[in-house]
């Protein structure tokens, strides 16, 4: 079949890799050194909500899991485009990253992976340093296997391009980067700070 698809000029998706959150922790050094930018100590797992009893014991699957962490704290939203958001909160940057791959995981596990959007981590500027910007965002593409950063203009639905294509080679050597542009979706109103 494969040859099928090459003499037709069809591709095949990427498959999530969600082993790469775990690159995370060493974005974090790269970010502290050469940005000035810690975690924020938020996650967040977007989704299409999938009507039915099985997901909703998926989701009290994964919250069990979560709850085995006494830093952490979980809390579900709906965006005003309706899709749904697991947003973690910990201190623990390690924990927060192994927390939200275990959402994506038992999501994933329990044959929800179509459903399965993003990942989002929060990052702001350290110390008291103030910026066009209030937070940066690193977002893992779950059906893309790969991260792209979206730094919103603060108080506007506007983005800082250039500083995003500046965390686009700083991250390089530690992420798995989008190089598809239109794929760097905005997401406004998240609710991950």
Same mark, same amino acid.
């Given at each position: 079949?494969?040859?099928?698809?090459?003499?037709?000029?069809? @591709?095949?998706?990427?498959?999530?890799?969600?082993?790469?959150?775990?690159?995370?922790?060493?974005?974090?050094? %790269?970010?502290?050194?050469?940005? !000035?930018?810690?975690?924020?100590? =938020?996650?967040?797992?977007? #989704?299409? +909500? *999938?009507?039915? =009893? +099985? &997901?909703?014991? @998926? %989701?009290?699957?994964?919250? =069990?899991?979560?709850?085995? $962490? %006494?830093?952490?704290?979980?809390?579900?939203? $709906?965006? /005003?485009?309706?899709?749904?958001?697991?947003?973690?909160?910990?201190?623990?940057?390690?924990?927060?990253?192994?927390?939200?791959?275990?959402?994506?995981? @038992?999501? /994933?596990? /329990?044959?929800?992976? +179509?459903?399965?959007?993003?990942?989002?981590?929060?990052?702001?500027?350290?110390? @008291?340093?103030?910026?066009? %910007? !209030?937070?940066?965002?690193?977002? #893992?593409? &779950?059906?893309?296997? *790969?991260?792209?950063?979206?730094?919103?203009?603060?108080?506007?639905?506007?983005?800082?391009?250039?500083?995003?294509?500046?965390? /686009?080679?700083?991250?390089?050597?530690?992420?798995?980067?989008?190089?598809?542009?239109?794929?760097?979706? +905005?997401?406004?109103?998240?609710?991950?700070?």
């Amino acid at each position: 079949m494969r040859i099928f698809d090459v003499l037709l000029g069809r @591709t095949r998706p990427v498959e999530a890799n969600l082993d790469s959150l775990f690159g995370l922790p060493g974005a974090v050094v %790269t970010l502290d050194v050469s940005e !000035a930018l810690e975690p924020s100590g =938020q996650g967040g797992v977007c #989704y299409k +909500p *999938a009507a039915g =009893q +099985p &997901f909703a014991k @998926t %989701t009290e699957e994964f919250e =069990q899991l979560l709850g085995l $962490s %006494t830093s952490a704290s979980v809390k579900e939203s $709906s965006d /005003q485009y309706g899709y749904h958001w697991v947003v973690i909160d910990d201190a623990d940057f390690q924990s927060l990253v192994n927390e939200v791959h275990v959402v994506n995981t @038992t999501l /994933q596990d /329990q044959g929800y992976g +179509p459903q399965l959007l993003c990942s989002v981590f929060g990052f702001r500027p350290k110390g @008291t340093a103030l910026r066009a %910007t !209030a937070s940066v965002y690193l977002v #893992y593409l &779950f059906k893309r296997g *790969a991260f792209y950063p979206f730094v919103p203009l603060a108080g506007s639905e506007r983005r800082d391009l250039e500083s995003e294509m500046r965390l /686009q080679n700083v991250l390089a050597e530690d992420l798995a980067i989008e190089k598809d542009k239109e794929r760097w979706m +905005p997401l406004w109103g998240l609710p991950v700070h």
